[in-house]
């Protein structure tokens, strides 16, 4: 085994390495992930920072969150395997060029398909941040997906942190909520 390893050069000790200290922390993400979303109801996590599910996204954005904290992992791994791969059999910058390529690809590709619906009529959330009555913009957390989003009252009373709230609409890429006093209660009772 050691004569195995002996044999690699440093770029395939190196990419080795890389993919085995992303393969490792993906798995690290996901079961914190995993562990996250049960304990969702409980603490109200959120992952928006990492989560290409903003409102009004442009391709920027979208691009800033696959290659945020899962995506920088994605890349670690498979840029790290690809390269590792390739070494074998091209010299090393077009292995490495390719192999961060691939890396990144992953990561759009992942992104793309985790993409959530953001903001619909009747979901319920909790309040993050209070939303003033004098136009001022708040935060919520939608329940379903744990998503952070902006958010506007409809009436004319603030709506203090740790309120459950449901949806009516949805304005300039803000969410529209009305505060509801028990979560159990129809929803459809608000809405109308």
């Not at 914190?32 to 959120?46: C, V």
């Not at 696959?66 to 010299?91: D, E, N, Q, V």
């Amino acid at each position: 085994m050691i004569d195995i390893w002996n044999s690699y050069s440093i770029l395939q000790k190196v990419s080795f390495t890389i993919g085995i200290v992303g393969a490792v922390l993906f798995v690290v993400y996901l079961i914190l992930l995993w562990a996250g979303f049960f304990n969702l109801k409980k603490n109200y996590i959120s992952d928006d920072m990492d989560m290409p599910n903003e409102v009004n996204e442009t391709f920027v954005g979208f691009m800033l969150s696959a290659l945020a904290i899962r995506g920088s992992i994605i890349i670690l791994a498979f840029g790290g395997w690809s390269t590792f791969g390739l070494s074998f059999f091209l010299p090393t910058i077009p292995s490495i060029i390719i192999g961060l390529l691939i890396g990144i690809l992953c990561s759009v590709i992942a992104t793309f398909i985790l993409r959530k619906p953001v903001v619909h009529t009747g979901q319920t959330a909790i309040v993050s941040v209070k939303i003033s009555n004098k136009e001022k913009t708040g935060k919520i957390i939608l329940d379903d997906t744990g998503t952070e989003v902006d958010a506007i009252c409809e009436g004319f009373r603030s709506i203090k942190k740790g309120r459950y709230v449901v949806i009516t609409s949805f304005i300039n890429g803000k969410a529209v909520v009305k505060k509801i006093r028990k979560k159990n209660l129809k929803i459809y009772e608000y809405l109308h």
